[in-house]
């Protein structure tokens, strides 16, 4: 049986540009590929707008930015006028403009709310509405983040759903490593750990420069790559341990897969936050053999000696068992890298991502057909 074909508005009062509007433009891309009319609502000076319109996708601009009742008006008369089955909102504003103005439409659409960030919930009345009254369905881009509107705002099981972005799996895959590494200028002939993070803190370099230095062995390298480091503080914790001879540090890159595909184990601290979460999926995808740290607030995605290994935050000695076993054994690497590739395919995948956001769309729109 053919899926029906359904009018699909993604709506956006962000006007910078990050994971979350990329996620946005993946989702109208994939929506269209499958046959749904798709069209983006979005502040006129918004980065999402233009790349949008370089993608094909239909951009309506109306000021949504801040909450309103010019907002509130425009949304109303625009919505008035279009047969929708979807409204998908996915920041603050645009949720509450789009939840109000459909409240005023006798066909009303169906509205869906996704969360993109890990934020606290906010404990006011009209937060838990947005999430509970104001949408018919909500997404999330972790289970972290759904366990705390659930636990939060008596978000239902039912009425929501975690959907983690998809990992384009043709670019995030397993490399050839002399390659990579000749690529990028690293040695050949020693082995490499990685320390993979975004954050600034200095907490998960201290603890696996100090597993590092407790080793007695020289025959690898340590290679730490992130976003918004602090060099100098970084230099300081490795020249601490007297690990600057054997430290390549790299503050940020467009394409990390050359950096992946040139270690033997990446190390990723806990995964606190989406982005961190999202950095995890890529490691497994490219296939690398992982340690990852665990505490009270990670959200646990590897499972222990079959897609990676597991230590606790702080426990020094074990990860420095780990690495140095790891490094020892090549079949247990190759296992595990291929486990996560695995793993990343059939769970991770963009597809995947559209598959389910898709089920609830169709879900959902479905009594509304029937009565039309």
Same mark, same amino acid.
């Given at each position: 049986?053919?899926?029906?074909?359904?009018?699909? #508005?993604?709506?956006?009062?962000?006007?910078?540009?990050?994971?979350?509007?990329?996620?946005?433009?993946?989702?109208?891309?994939?929506?269209?590929?499958?046959?749904?009319? #798709?069209?983006? #609502?979005? /502040?006129?000076?918004?980065?999402?707008?233009?790349?949008?319109?370089?993608?094909?996708?239909p951009v309506t601009t109306l000021?949504?930015?801040?909450?309103?009742?010019?907002?509130?008006?425009?949304?109303?008369?625009?919505?008035?006028?279009?047969? %929708?089955?979807?409204?998908?909102?996915?920041?603050?504003?645009?949720?509450?403009?789009?939840?109000?103005?459909?409240?005023?439409?006798?066909?009303?659409?169906?509205?869906v709310r996704t969360r993109h960030?890990?934020?606290?919930?906010?404990?006011?009345? &009209?937060?838990?509405?947005?999430?509970?009254?104001?949408?018919?369905?909500?997404?999330?881009?972790?289970?972290?983040?759904?366990?705390?509107?659930?636990?939060?705002?008596?978000?239902?099981?039912?009425?929501?759903?975690?959907?983690?972005?998809?990992?384009?799996?043709?670019?995030?895959?397993?490399?050839?490593? &002399?390659?990579?590494?000749?690529?990028?200028?690293?040695?050949?002939?020693?082995?490499? %750990?990685?320390?993979?993070?975004?954050?600034?803190?200095?907490?998960?370099?201290?603890?696996?420069?100090?597993?590092?230095?407790?080793?007695?062995?020289?025959?690898?390298?340590?290679?730490?790559?992130?976003?918004?480091?602090?060099?100098?503080?970084?230099?300081? /914790?490795?020249?601490?341990?007297?690990?600057?001879?054997?430290?390549?540090?790299?503050?940020?890159?467009?394409?990390?897969?050359?950096?992946?595909?040139?270690?033997?184990?990446?190390?990723?601290?806990? /995964?606190?936050?989406?982005?961190?979460?999202?950095?995890?999926?890529?490691?497994?995808? /490219?296939?690398?053999?992982?340690?990852?740290?665990?505490?009270?607030?990670?959200?646990?995605?590897?499972?222990?000696?079959? &897609?990676?290994?597991?230590?606790?935050?702080?426990?020094?000695?074990?990860?420095?068992?780990?690495?140095?076993?790891?490094?020892?054994?090549a079949n247990q690497c190759k296992?595990?890298?291929?486990?996560?590739?695995?793993?990343?395919?059939?769970?991770?995948?963009?597809?995947?991502?559209?598959?389910?956001?898709?089920?609830?769309?169709?879900?959902?729109?479905?009594?509304?057909?029937?009565?039309?």
């Amino acid at each position: 049986m053919n899926k029906p074909s359904l009018r699909i #508005v993604q709506t956006e009062s962000s006007c910078g540009w990050g994971n979350q509007e990329a996620r946005i433009l993946i989702e109208s891309l994939g929506m269209q590929s499958r046959g749904h009319a #798709v069209e983006l #609502v979005c /502040c006129a000076e918004s980065v999402i707008a233009n790349r949008a319109r370089e993608f094909g996708i239909p951009v309506t601009t109306l000021p949504i930015r801040r909450r309103n009742f010019q907002g509130l008006a425009s949304t109303r008369l625009w919505l008035s006028k279009r047969d %929708v089955d979807i409204v998908h909102t996915h920041s603050s504003s645009d949720s509450w403009l789009m939840s109000l103005a459909c409240r005023a439409l006798i066909k009303r659409p169906k509205i869906v709310r996704t969360r993109h960030v890990g934020a606290a919930a906010k404990s006011k009345a &009209t937060s838990k509405w947005i999430y509970t009254k104001g949408a018919d369905f909500v997404l999330t881009t972790s289970h972290t983040i759904r366990n705390s509107l659930m636990s939060s705002y008596g978000l239902t099981q039912r009425c929501s759903m975690a959907i983690p972005t998809g990992i384009d799996l043709n670019h995030f895959k397993p490399g050839d490593q &002399t390659f990579a590494r000749e690529f990028l200028g690293l040695p050949i002939e020693r082995k490499l %750990v990685g320390l993979i993070t975004d954050s600034q803190s200095l907490t998960d370099p201290e603890f696996l420069c100090e597993a590092i230095a407790s080793l007695d062995r020289d025959d690898f390298d340590l290679l730490i790559l992130g976003s918004g480091l602090d060099r100098t503080a970084i230099e300081n /914790c490795v020249s601490s341990f007297d690990l600057k001879a054997r430290t390549y540090l790299i503050e940020s890159s467009d394409n990390i897969v050359p950096y992946l595909n040139a270690l033997n184990i990446a190390v990723l601290p806990a /995964c606190r936050k989406v982005a961190e979460q999202q950095l995890l999926r890529q490691i497994m995808s /490219c296939g690398v053999p992982i340690i990852s740290t665990l505490d009270d607030q990670s959200e646990p995605i590897l499972t222990d000696k079959k &897609t990676g290994r597991m230590v606790f935050q702080e426990d020094t000695g074990s990860l420095a068992n780990l690495i140095s076993e790891l490094l020892d054994d090549a079949n247990q690497c190759k296992r595990l890298g291929a486990n996560a590739r695995q793993t990343a395919c059939e769970q991770f995948s963009i597809k995947t991502m559209l598959d389910q956001i898709e089920e609830v769309y169709l879900q959902l729109s479905e009594p509304r057909r029937i009565a039309a």
